[in-house]
């Protein structure tokens, strides 16, 4: 394993990277063999083929931390605690849900081990274009965490063939809003589970994995960290990101994805994956990285940290990967998939110690607003 570092220093508290800085980075690039820009004041390598032993997480846990009622542990959980679930331990099942006027589901995973006095994390999970909750649930092993899964399912959009999609993407159904569907969502879980609200995460494939990003943006008040997959960075209809707060990111990508080009595609208004990830590392005001790491012969691991509020920014970059999901139990996508690292793991040994500030459970802060209606300024507490 082989890691190289470039220590980005900002002038004071809120204050803006220097430009030196890409310098700096650039340096470490170098250094490394590699070679590329990220955003407009750091730089991210070129992935090139490296050996080294393959970076796992730790074994996941969980804390009963919660935000409203009593739960074994002395934590406190959502409104749901102690209520049975419509559902046993271990299952998925489909549930209907209301949201906009509009009959949607969700592919609801409880883990093995669920009890309703105990306040438990939620992955959300949202599909690629033209693919399904369930669909997406046989190939993640998302599974297999100690969490709450709920794999959301699109509506039909438009082009060729019946194929379900989330907003922010030019096939997108028109007049859907996904983000209402997202606040809907968690309205239900939190009342019927027992939910930890400050750890609810977000990840996806390709069309989902871009919505996540849309959801780091608007709904950053409720979604403490995402890990887009493969994602299709369109943004349309969402030209702006003001999250409330930091957010940490981890993102995965394919070197060699020709569905959703790594490089980019300006014809398609994709933009280059590294700099979309410098987009992330300048937002959060990130001051040291990246940090290089050659995790498998196939992967290299870029990381940011002393990032404001401590979110952090990874990128996970798959050489010669395709359209895929890292890990992937059945198939996922056209390309090179790589089994040298499990995407559920690598994810959630990033998510997993994740929450939200408690300011964004009560009062003006409450978790229910989104930059829709309002952008708090100063401070995150």
């Not at 559902?87 to 998925?92: A, I, L, N, R």
Request: with cysteine.
């Amino acid at each position: 394993m082989s890691t190289t570092t470039a220590s980005l220093h900002r002038p004071g508290a809120g204050g803006a990277v220097p430009r030196r800085a890409a310098f700096l980075t650039a340096l470490a690039v170098a250094v490394c063999g590699l070679a590329g820009p990220i955003g407009g004041t750091s730089a991210i390598a070129a992935p090139a083929e490296s050996g080294g032993a393959v970076s796992g997480p730790s074994d996941v846990t969980t804390s009963p931390v919660g935000t409203s009622r009593a739960v074994s542990g002395g934590g406190a959980g959502s409104a749901g605690c102690g209520s049975d679930p419509d559902q046993e331990p271990g299952t998925s099942v489909l549930h209907p849900l209301t949201s906009d006027g509009r009959e949607r589901t969700v592919q609801l995973h409880l883990p093995d081990d669920y009890r309703p006095d105990r306040a438990w994390p939620v992955v959300l999970v949202y599909h690629g274009r033209g693919n399904t909750g369930a669909g997406t649930e046989a190939f993640s092993g998302l599974d297999t965490l100690p969490a709450i899964v709920a794999y959301g399912n699109g509506v039909v959009g438009t082009g060729d063939g019946e194929r379900q999609a989330w907003e922010g993407a030019p096939y997108s159904a028109p007049g859907v809003d996904d983000v209402a569907y997202t606040n809907d969502l968690l309205d239900k879980l939190e009342s019927e589970l027992c939910v930890d609200t400050r750890r609810v995460y977000a990840t996806g494939k390709s069309n989902g994995a871009g919505f996540t990003a849309i959801l780091a943006c608007e709904l950053s008040g409720r979604i403490a960290a995402i890990a887009p997959v493969a994602a299709a960075l369109y943004g349309t209809g969402h030209p702006g990101c003001l999250p409330r707060r930091p957010v940490p990111v981890i993102e995965f990508h394919g070197t060699n994805d020709v569905t959703i080009p790594y490089v980019g595609d300006v014809d398609r208004g994709l933009p280059a994956v590294p700099h979309w990830v410098g987009g992330w590392v300048e937002r959060n005001e990130c001051a040291t990285g990246p940090a290089v790491e050659a995790t498998a012969a196939d992967v290299t691991t870029y990381r940011w940290t002393d990032c404001r509020r401590g979110a952090e920014v990874t990128h996970v970059a798959v050489l010669g990967g395709g359209h895929t999901w890292p890990g992937e139990d059945s198939y996922s996508g056209g390309g090179y998939a790589t089994h040298s690292i499990e995407a559920h793991e690598v994810m959630w040994d990033f998510l997993r110690d994740e929450r939200l500030p408690v300011r964004f459970l009560t009062g003006d802060g409450a978790h229910g607003y989104s930059t829709h209606e309002v952008r708090e300024q100063g401070e995150d507490a």
